[in-house]
């Protein structure tokens, strides 16, 4: 399995093909994360053969941009279009990652998005998870789009 590669190829491709958005693509990083400079991060549970959750994180500026392309309109706040626009996002890279575990004969279901806002914020839990986090960069700035999972038994 190369979850960093799959979080990279289905978030470039969300980005080229819905929001005609290209990004430049950081290393990916595995290993346990320290606090992440976020203003909203959307994250939505996984479920089946694994269990875990994936998040986007992104600064203010950064997921504004990404839903004024969404919208095709300039957004200038942290409102509900913007929460639902990264939750989208989220859930549209889930899909794709699901997509990605089927060809490594893992079926994994997915939970509705969930958007948190604020200043900085650590998400913690799932003692023993595997987590692999890609950061992207766009002309508004860097967000993290972040994985983490336990494979049942």
Known sequence: MNIGQDIIDATTDIFSTMLMMDLNVGD???GPGGEVLSNITSMLGLGGDIRGMLAVHC???VAMAITGGFLGMDVDELNDDVKDAIGEIANMVAGNLKVAFAGYDMKIEL???SSVVGESFRVTGMLGARRVAVPFDMVDGQFLVEIKYIVNS
């Open 59 to 61: 600064p203010a500026t």
């Open 28 to 30: 990916p990083v595995e």
């Open 111 to 113: 939970a509705i998005p």
